[in-house]
């Protein structure tokens, strides 16, 4: 009985989506826009889940994020977020790398480029709780000891 909105860039992606869950169209709303500039409403969504999406985003514009995302679930809503995470003493390298690498480009049109800078599990506690969510919780990691690696948590509103 879910009624799911589904955000991407790509048209493509959502058609795809569209086309895998036919049966279930009547309860899917495809938007083609990005999460950064999209109004989510306020307290409109139970639960909203981010996968793999927002790893290239640097620590200000995902706070951002994240209390536009705050805002958007209703009390007791719940966040749920899968993405690429480093050890806490690599994200300064991952970090200077990113600079490094956009040195010589062109300014991006939205302002932000799609390279990866992840960061550790503590530093996407820190940036939850700063937005206002509470309850953090690492619910699955693939390797901890990893370089790069992959993290599930949840947070509640």
Do not use: C
């Given at each position: 009985?879910?009624?799911?909105?589904?955000?991407?860039?790509?048209?493509?992606?959502?058609?795809?989506?569209?086309?895998?869950?036919?049966?279930?169209?009547?309860?899917?709303?495809?938007?083609?826009?990005?999460?950064?500039?999209?109004?989510?409403?306020?307290?409109?969504?139970?639960?909203?889940?981010?996968?793999?999406?927002?790893?290239?985003?640097?620590?200000?514009?995902?706070?951002?994020?994240?209390?536009?995302?705050?805002?958007?679930?209703?009390?007791?809503?719940?966040?749920?977020?899968?993405?690429?995470?480093?050890?806490?003493?690599?994200e300064?390298?991952?970090?200077?790398?990113?600079?490094?690498?956009?040195?010589?480009?062109?300014?991006?049109?939205?302002?932000?480029?799609?390279?990866?800078?992840?960061?550790?599990?503590?530093?996407?506690?820190?940036?939850?709780?700063?937005?206002?969510?509470?309850?953090?919780?690492?619910?699955?990691?693939?390797?901890?000891t990893?370089?790069?690696?992959?993290?599930?948590?949840?947070v509640?509103?």
């Amino acid at each position: 009985n879910a009624l799911i909105t589904g955000i991407d860039l790509s048209k493509n992606m959502l058609e795809l989506l569209r086309q895998r869950y036919v049966a279930h169209v009547s309860q899917i709303t495809l938007v083609a826009d990005s999460f950064l500039t999209m109004p989510f409403g306020t307290q409109a969504y139970d639960h909203i889940i981010s996968a793999l999406a927002i790893h290239h985003l640097l620590r200000d514009t995902k706070r951002e994020l994240y209390v536009k995302i705050h805002a958007a679930l209703k009390p007791g809503g719940k966040y749920i977020e899968g993405d690429s995470v480093v050890p806490a003493e690599m994200e300064s390298q991952f970090l200077a790398e990113y600079h490094q690498q956009i040195a010589g480009m062109p300014q991006a049109e939205d302002g932000h480029y799609h390279i990866d800078v992840p960061f550790s599990i503590d530093t996407q506690r820190s940036l939850l709780l700063e937005a206002g969510f509470k309850n953090f919780e690492l619910v699955w990691q693939k390797d901890s000891t990893a370089v790069w690696n992959v993290a599930v948590y949840v947070v509640t509103a």
